[in-house]
């Protein structure tokens, strides 16, 4: 538990509240003080002790007339300095911040801040600093992600690790070059990703995507059901899913028993629909959060998974393995110049992150996911609708577009998705 500068050569030794413990890790930090493990002394008090801190902006603690142990601070991300006046847990915010010197730093906030931040605003971010000579789109930047948080998958920032939900990979990767111009995705980072087999207009097979929201409920979009009329779609199945496995055509194949548009679906408006299963998806199968409220902003980036047509130059080219791309979040201005009847209420568009990286034909259905900005939990933001332009379309630099899951909550919970019991908003980012 050492931050930044704080093991760094020149260093001054912890005042042990304990001197008879002096020399064990544990007494250390119940000190308040960083651990280094290598060093001599091993136990030092933070740098911003070194001199008197009496400025709000150094104050760790949440409210002044909040308690704290010299433990709690410590974990809290501050020092423990015995020797300030006004407060005793202080923020480490040397004079000048390490973070604005380094190559390889991380934005304090989910999202690039396109209206930016103030100093005080960025001060009161966990482990930030605010670096009012840097070029880069955001002046609020930390060092290394705090302990119990995770780098977020596009390795830009940081995020608290969720309770029970699945977060980024253990593999965490730093983006390369990377569905059109997408990367293999790795075994289990997109668990509830589905395939959905159906069989089209001309009784031809056809397939899209889908996201599982429940043991039986799969989201997925209403243009992948048949354009036949209810009774002539009566005599035909509505279809198979399989689950489970990133190889295409693999995994658990559970017939689909019902297949329910949004009533109101109109060409790529409402492109919306729910299957319920006969039977359980397996339990390594894990279903994908719904919104509960929240709604990605625009700079932010979010991601695909599909087994979409990866080269529509040369035919329909279907991937073995499921394909992920790295998308950001356009302004609703940018969505709507690319189609002029977008409806931001009900629709949204991501483009890329890293070209040329985009959704194509068979990959309708699937969800554009993001991480929420409270935490690393991954949830659906939009469900895969279409690409603009004649083929190949997805080799354009025009947005995707997708039907924004937030509108259609009630839709999907009266057909089997779980009525969760939390809100969630990104508006304190």
């Known amino acids: 538990m050492s931050y930044d500068g704080n093991c760094a050569a020149s260093r001054t030794e912890c005042p042990y509240a304990d001197p008879t413990k002096k020399g064990t890790q544990v007494q250390c930090w119940l000190s308040g003080c960083h651990w280094c493990a290598t060093g001599s002394p091993s136990c030092v008090q933070g740098t911003v002790c070194d001199s008197q801190r009496t400025g ?12 704290l142990t010299p433990y709690e601070c410590l974990h809290r991300g501050c020092s423990w300095c015995a020797s300030n006046a006004d407060f005793k847990c202080v923020r480490d915010l040397p004079d000048t911040p390490q973070t604005c010197l380094g190559n390889e730093t991380l934005n304090c906030f989910p999202f690039p801040t396109i209206n930016g931040v103030s100093e005080q605003q960025c001060n009161d971010q966990y482990r930030c600093s605010y670096c009012n000579d840097s070029t880069a789109e955001n002046q609020c930047m930390r060092k290394e ?11 830009q920032s940081c995020c608290q690790s969720p309770d029970d939900a699945v977060s980024t990979s253990d593999s965490a990767r730093s983006m390369a070059a990377r569905i059109i111009g997408g ?3 790795a075994v289990g980072q997109w668990p509830w990703q589905v395939l959905y087999l159906y069989y089209n207009s001309a009784g031809q097979a056809a397939t899209c995507g889908g996201a599982i ?13 048949l354009t036949l009329t209810n009774a002539a779609f009566s005599g035909l199945e509505a279809g198979y899913i399989y689950a489970g496995s990133t190889v295409f055509l693999s995994g658990a194949q559970i017939k689909v ?4 548009p949004f009533p109101y679906y109109s060409n790529t ?20 959060s719904l919104p509960m409220g929240e709604e990605p902003v625009p700079g932010m980036n979010c991601f695909l998974a599909g087994w979409g047509d990866t080269d529509p130059t040369t035919g329909f080219a279907i991937p073995l393995l499921l394909q992920e791309a790295q998308l950001y979040i356009p302004t609703a201005a940018e969505c709507t110049s690319g189609f002029q009847t977008y409806d931001p209420a009900f629709q949204i568009c991501a483009n890329a992150s890293l070209t040329p990286q985009s959704a194509c034909f068979g990959d309708s259905g699937g969800a554009l996911v993001c991480q929420r900005c409270s935490s690393c939990e991954w949830y659906a933001a ?18 995707s577009y997708y ?6 909550m009630d839709f999907l919970q009266e057909n089997g998705a779980p009525a969760g019991d939390q809100a969630y908003s990104c508006d304190s980012f």
């Open 183 to 185: 990367t293999d995705a």
């Open 213 to 225: 929201i429940a043991p039986k409920i799969v989201m997925t979009a209403a243009h992948c059901k």
């Open 257 to 260: 028993a019902e297949a329910i």
């Open 145 to 155: 992600c705090p302990p119990d948080w995770e780098l977020r998958y596009d390795g």
């Open 382 to 399: 939009g469900i895969t609708s279409f690409v603009l332009g004649p083929e190949p379309a997805c080799f354009t630099n025009e947005p």
């Open 403 to 408: 039907s924004r899951v937030q509108p259609y």
């Open 56 to 67: 709000p902006e150094y104050d760790c603690r949440s409210s002044p007339t909040e308690t």
């Open 269 to 288: 408006l409402h492109d919306i629909m729910v299957l319920k299963l006969f039977s359980e998806v397996p339990s390594h199968a894990t279903p994908l």
